[in-house]
Every structure is written in structure tokens, then in C-alpha cells.
């Protein structure tokens, strides 16, 4: 007489499938399931790993909207991570085609647009008294100091652009060797400096400690494995319109869109005259922060003239994309 059991085929054909599995690495099916007897089912509480996220926040001052401060920086370096994520795996695709890449910088474009359209919670979402007391119990940390954001620029595009405008033009034909001479010429290393004495402020000294060698290497690594260089290479018919497309928002968003937005906060909570901020140590960033300034462009060979020398001056989304 047949055994009966109250399994059906696809269950034992699964069974089968795993044994081979196991069997294939010298293990016992059987040791297996009596691990998965006793193990307890997944919670949602300890899959994200909630209660240390929820730990995370360590005010330093009784103000309560440092709490706002500290998780809203959070929040963005949670979507800076997530920006990484996809260049990391733009690198390690097997073959670069314009869907390959498409998919990707429309992600990124999200993770920024989510930033910006959020850094309201900065701008109007705290208590002007309470931030201008707590900040100074947060000297000299900056939101200057993520290194996330920098590397996000360092995948987007080739070095040179990186650098101070006038540098640019001279270098756009660097190799490997030159990265490590260029290093001090990157727009940023300009942008921490004591408006009285132009001297590298503490903020920016301890930045380049701790982050100047993880860049470098960095900088090494996206050498020709960059968002530029990948667009650059692409085979003939590749260059798309939706993916130029997509790379000009991705320059607008970060360049220009995402800087706006934060550097309104600076205006509404920081705004002095200058005179006022060199008495105090403040950095120049009135002329550091806004994008027509700096102008910081990822994709140079994507814009005409006139579009960059009005780089930052608020037409662009309107002008150039319809945006209303
Ligand atoms: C009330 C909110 C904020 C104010 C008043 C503010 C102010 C400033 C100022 C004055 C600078 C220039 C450097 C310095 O003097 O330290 C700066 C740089 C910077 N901040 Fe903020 N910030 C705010 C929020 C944020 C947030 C939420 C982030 C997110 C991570 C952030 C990221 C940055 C970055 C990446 C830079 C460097 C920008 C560049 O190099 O162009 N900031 N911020």
C-alpha cells in the first residue's frame, strides 16, 4: 500500500530541489530544518533595524527642535547612501547601454527631487530662536563635513569638474597621475575659509583628515568609471534624448536645485552682513553656497553656452524643461 502524506508536489519537489542544494555543499537537509523549527518569524521592528534607528538621535542642547535638525540630516544621508547605491552598481554592470544607465540616474534624479522638495522642513520648519542657540553648541560640525556628498559628486563626473572654475579648462585632459596634484585645486577645499583672514577653517582641517585619503581613492577608482565617462563611451546610438535628458536633470537637481533649496536655509537662519561674519569667525558662505557663483556643471558637453553662463539663475527648470 502507498505511504500517504499530506504534502503535495510542489512542496516535495521543493524538498528535493533543497536537498540537492545542501547536498551540493556536503551539509544535512535535515540539520537545516530543524533550525528553521525553532527559528521565530521575521518582525517588521527587527528587519529595518528600528529601535537602533530610533536611538540614533543625541541631541546635545535641551533646545527640542535640534531633534528636527539632527534627524532631517539623517534623512539625507539616507538618501546620499541611496544615490551611492546606484553608482556603485552602474560600475559593476556587466555591459553600459543607455537603458543601463537610464534606469539609474532616473533613481538618483527621485532621491534628489525627494531632498529638495523636502528641505522645506529646514528652511520653515524649526524655531529661528532655538537654532541660532543650539547651532553654537554644534561648532565646528557642517553639514560641509559629508563625505557622502562628495562622493556623490565624485561618481557624477570626470575630476576636472570638480575643480575650481579656473582650473577646469586646463585640466580636461588629466590621467590617473594627475588626481593626486589636482586634489587641492577641488572647489570645496574654497568653501570653508574664514571670511576675515581666508585662513582653512577647523571645520574644513578636520574634513580633510579624516576623508582627504578615502576621496583620493575614490577619485582613483572613478577614474574613466564615472556617470560622465560612462555617457561619453557610450556605442553609437546609444546617446538617447531621454538619457541626456535624464543627465541634465541630474546636473539641475544636484548643481543647482538641491544648493538652492539648502541655501535658502542659510539665508533665513544665517544672514548677516559681512562684516558681522568675519567678527565672528563665519565662513564666506554668501559667495560659496549659491550655484551661479561656483557654477558647478557635471555635463558641460550637455549645455550650450548661454545655458552655463546663466548657470543657477533660476530659468533653467522653466526655460529649458517647461517646467511651470
Ligand atoms: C538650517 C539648516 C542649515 C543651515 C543654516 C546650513 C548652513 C550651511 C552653511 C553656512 C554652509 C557653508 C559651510 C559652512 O559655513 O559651514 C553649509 C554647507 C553645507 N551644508 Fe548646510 N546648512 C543647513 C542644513 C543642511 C542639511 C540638512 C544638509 C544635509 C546633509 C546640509 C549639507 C551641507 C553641505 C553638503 C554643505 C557643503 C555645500 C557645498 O560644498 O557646496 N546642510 N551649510
Same mark, same amino acid.
Given at each position: 500500500?502507498?505511504?500517504?502524506?499530506?504534502?503535495?508536489?510542489?512542496?516535495?519537489?521543493?524538498? @528535493?530541489? #533543497?536537498?540537492? =542544494?545542501?547536498?551540493?555543499?556536503?551539509?544535512?537537509?535535515?540539520?537545516?530544518?530543524?533550525?528553521?523549527?525553532?527559528?521565530?518569524?521575521?518582525?517588521?521592528?527587527?528587519?529595518?533595524?528600528?529601535?537602533?534607528?530610533?536611538?540614533?538621535?543625541?541631541?546635545?542642547?535641551?533646545?527640542?527642535?535640534?531633534?528636527?535638525?539632527?534627524?532631517?540630516?539623517?534623512?539625507?544621508? #539616507? /538618501?546620499?547612501?541611496?544615490?551611492?547605491?546606484?553608482?556603485?552598481?552602474?560600475?559593476?554592470?556587466?555591459?553600459?547601454?543607455?537603458?543601463?544607465?537610464?534606469?539609474? !540616474? +532616473?533613481?538618483?534624479?527621485?532621491?534628489?527631487?525627494?531632498?529638495?522638495?523636502?528641505?522645506?522642513?529646514?528652511?520653515?520648519?524649526?524655531?529661528?530662536?532655538?537654532?541660532? =542657540?543650539?547651532?553654537? $553648541?554644534?561648532?565646528?560640525?557642517?553639514?560641509?563635513?559629508?563625505?557622502? /556628498?562628495?562622493?556623490?559628486?565624485?561618481?557624477?563626473?570626470?575630476?576636472?569638474?570638480?575643480?575650481? @572654475?579656473?582650473?577646469?579648462?586646463?585640466?580636461?585632459?588629466?590621467?590617473?597621475?594627475?588626481?593626486?596634484?589636482?586634489?587641492?585645486?577641488?572647489?570645496? =577645499?574654497? *568653501?570653508?575659509?574664514?571670511? $576675515?583672514? *581666508?585662513?582653512?577653517?577647523?571645520?574644513?582641517?578636520?574634513?580633510?583628515? =579624516?576623508?582627504?585619503?578615502?576621496?583620493?581613492?575614490?577619485?582613483?577608482?572613478?577614474?574613466?568609471? +564615472?556617470?560622465?565617462?560612462?555617457?561619453?563611451?557610450?556605442?553609437?546610438?546609444?546617446?538617447?534624448? @531621454? #538619457?541626456?535628458?535624464?543627465?541634465?536633470?541630474?546636473?539641475? +537637481?544636484?548643481?543647482? +536645485?538641491?544648493?538652492?533649496?539648502?541655501?535658502?536655509?542659510? !539665508?533665513?537662519?544665517?544672514?548677516?552682513?559681512?562684516?558681522?561674519?568675519?567678527?565672528?569667525?563665519?565662513?564666506?558662505?554668501?559667495?560659496?553656497?549659491?550655484?551661479?557663483?561656483?557654477?558647478?556643471?557635471?555635463?558641460?558637453?550637455?549645455?550650450?553656452?548661454?545655458?552655463?553662463?546663466?548657470? *543657477?539663475?533660476?530659468?533653467?527648470?522653466?526655460?529649458?524643461? *517647461?517646467?511651470?
Amino acid at each position: 500500500m502507498p505511504e500517504s502524506h499530506p504534502f503535495d508536489k510542489s512542496i516535495l519537489d521543493k524538498l @528535493e530541489a #533543497l536537498q540537492a =542544494k545542501y547536498a551540493a555543499m556536503g551539509q544535512d537537509l535535515n540539520s537545516y530544518l530543524d533550525g528553521l523549527l525553532h527559528a521565530d518569524f521575521l518582525t517588521y521592528w527587527d528587519y529595518i533595524n528600528l529601535d537602533t534607528l530610533l536611538s540614533l538621535q543625541h541631541p546635545i542642547t535641551p533646545f527640542p527642535d535640534e531633534e528636527i535638525f539632527i534627524i532631517y540630516h539623517q534623512i539625507t544621508e #539616507l /538618501y546620499f547612501k541611496l544615490s551611492l547605491h546606484e553608482f556603485q552598481q552602474l560600475q559593476q554592470a556587466d555591459a553600459m547601454d543607455s537603458s543601463v544607465m537610464l534606469k539609474r !540616474v +532616473n533613481r538618483i534624479n527621485r532621491y534628489f527631487e525627494a531632498l529638495t522638495h523636502s528641505f522645506e522642513i529646514m528652511v520653515d520648519g524649526m524655531d529661528k530662536d532655538q537654532f541660532l =542657540k543650539f547651532r553654537m $553648541s554644534l561648532l565646528p560640525a557642517s553639514g560641509f563635513q559629508s563625505a557622502q /556628498y562628495r562622493m556623490i559628486e565624485i561618481h557624477a563626473t570626470s575630476f576636472d569638474r570638480l575643480l575650481k @572654475e579656473e582650473f577646469r579648462a586646463a585640466h580636461a585632459d588629466h590621467t590617473p597621475g594627475d588626481l593626486m596634484g589636482l586634489f587641492d585645486k577641488i572647489y570645496w =577645499k574654497a *568653501g570653508a575659509v574664514e571670511l $576675515s583672514s *581666508g585662513d582653512k577653517t577647523l571645520t574644513l582641517k578636520q574634513f580633510e583628515q =579624516k576623508y582627504d585619503d578615502i576621496l583620493m581613492e575614490l577619485a582613483e577608482n572613478c577614474f574613466g568609471a +564615472n556617470l560622465r565617462s560612462f555617457w561619453k563611451n557610450l556605442a553609437p546610438g546609444q546617446q538617447t534624448d @531621454e #538619457l541626456r535628458n535624464a543627465l541634465r536633470w541630474l546636473d539641475v +537637481n544636484v548643481n543647482i +536645485n538641491w544648493p538652492l533649496s539648502h541655501y535658502k536655509s542659510a !539665508v533665513r537662519y544665517l544672514q548677516k552682513n559681512p562684516e558681522d561674519i568675519a567678527a565672528t569667525g563665519g565662513t564666506n558662505w554668501q559667495k560659496y553656497l549659491p550655484p551661479r557663483f561656483q557654477k558647478r556643471i557635471f555635463y558641460p558637453e550637455l549645455w550650450n553656452e548661454t545655458e552655463q553662463a546663466e548657470w *543657477g539663475k533660476g530659468w533653467v527648470e522653466k526655460e529649458v524643461f *517647461g517646467v511651470k
